[in-house]
């Protein structure tokens, strides 16, 4: 556990699950390119199914930001912090780089900044698909720990 307030890490429960979606919906209001799929209930029910059967970890208190791992395909599925603060990021990012030898993960093509990020934690380009779960181009990447 971290001192400081802003950097807690914790082991997200359900009640989390509207906290990490209002940091999704906002940052989809706030990204030109992405589309509006789901409304910020859609989101909270789609975390709140997937808190149990994943590994979700939250930053903050309140909460700032969370990562959500899936286990049965070694894929992190989401990384999202309500500032950009790369501490927060790499934070949630090291919990579940601690204890996996591989992950991969698929991030939007236009995300340059996410992109940059992965590649300075040792995440590699791996493949390209043209259209993701939402119709936008996503490229993926991964990471082994040898």
Not at 51 to 76: A, D, F, H, K, T
Request: hydrophobic share 35%; with cysteine; charged share 30%.
């Amino acid at each position: 556990m971290i001192d400081n307030e802003i950097y807690t890490l914790r082991r997200a429960t359900i009640d989390d699950a509207s906290a990490c979606a209002l940091i999704l919906d906002d940052w989809i209001e706030k990204t030109a390119e992405m589309p509006r799929l789901f409304d910020k209930h859609k989101l909270t029910e789609m975390i709140r199914n997937a808190i149990p059967l994943r590994e979700v970890w939250v930053i903050g208190q309140p909460i700032n930001g969370y990562i959500s791992y899936n286990p049965e395909s070694s894929q992190i599925s989401a990384l999202y912090v309500d500032k950009k603060d790369e501490v927060m990021k790499k934070i949630l990012l090291d919990q579940i780089k601690s204890d996996h030898k591989y992950l991969q993960l698929w991030g939007h093509e236009f995300n340059n900044s996410a992109h940059k990020f992965y590649k300075r934690e040792g995440f590699k380009f791996k493949n390209r698909k043209e259209h993701g779960s939402d119709g936008i181009p996503e490229l993926q990447f991964e990471r082994i720990e040898k």
